[in-house]
């Protein structure tokens, strides 16, 4: 299987800041790594796929780069409804894995 | 729009099977562009990928789950359902169904609201 690890686990961060997540996989995964947000309670939402597209609707300050094994999410300048859990999950083999999660929260 | 909600009987016993439907909305569960998966949360932790359907039975399954899992599709009633036998413990968790568009493009979107079903005597 191919292990997804995020860093950080949790992070702190003020409103307007920028915040930059990162995930590695344990084997090349060309650029087949997608990003979710989870609130509390909710189910994730898919933010963006294939390392870069960002999706319908979702803000242009989220950013995804990456290819191969190191992929970056950014948020460009946080806001209030952007504090939640984020995923990273790799769609290149079966069986597909997910990251452990990064937890945004209010500095 | 395309919904997809999640339903089931609610708390199961131990080594007893658990039993989830997904019924699909605003979209058919046979468009041929996308398969149907399961994805469960533990209280308080990550995501795991259970196993995904095509239309046509095809099935994909984590090797974690696999002896236990069946996942299967009802094309009548633009369905897909999950079997988990032998629960213990460590399969209380939230039930997700989500669309994946298949191949390299295997993410989930979008998802259902999720079922919590916990594993008690």
């Known amino acids: 299987d191919i292990q997804m690890t995020q860093s950080p686990s949790s992070l702190s961060a003020f409103v307007g800041d920028r915040v930059t997540i990162t995930c590695r996989a344990s084997?090349?995964?060309?650029?087949?790594l997608n990003w979710y947000q989870q609130k509390t309670g909710k189910a994730p939402k898919l933010l963006i796929s294939a390392a870069s597209t960002l999706q319908s609707g979702v803000p242009s300050r989220f950013s995804g780069s990456g290819s191969g094994t190191d992929f970056t999410l950014t948020i460009g300048s946080l806001q209030p409804e952007d504090f939640a859990t984020y995923y990273c999950q790799q769609s290149y083999i079966t069986p597909l894995t997910f990251g452990g999660g990064t937890k945004v929260e209010i500095k | 729009q395309l919904q997809l909600q999640e339903s089931g009987p609610g708390p199961v016993k131990p080594s007893e099977t658990l039993s989830l439907i997904c019924t699909v909305s605003g979209d058919s569960i046979s468009n041929n562009n996308y398969y149907w998966g399961w994805v469960r949360q533990p209280p308080g932790k990550g995501l795991e990928w259970i196993g995904s359907v095509y239309h046509s039975g095809s099935t994909f399954y984590n090797p974690s789950l696999k002896s236990r899992v069946i996942i299967s599709v009802d094309t009548s009633k633009n369905q897909f359902s999950l079997k988990v036998t032998s629960v213990t413990a460590a399969d209380t968790a939230v039930y997700f169904c989500?669309?994946?568009?298949?191949?390299?493009?295997?993410?989930?979107?979008?998802w259902g609201q999720g079922t919590l079903v916990t594993v008690s005597s």
């Open positions: 989500a669309r994946l568009p298949g191949g390299f493009q295997n993410w989930f979107d979008p």
């Open positions: 084997q090349t995964i060309n650029n087949f």
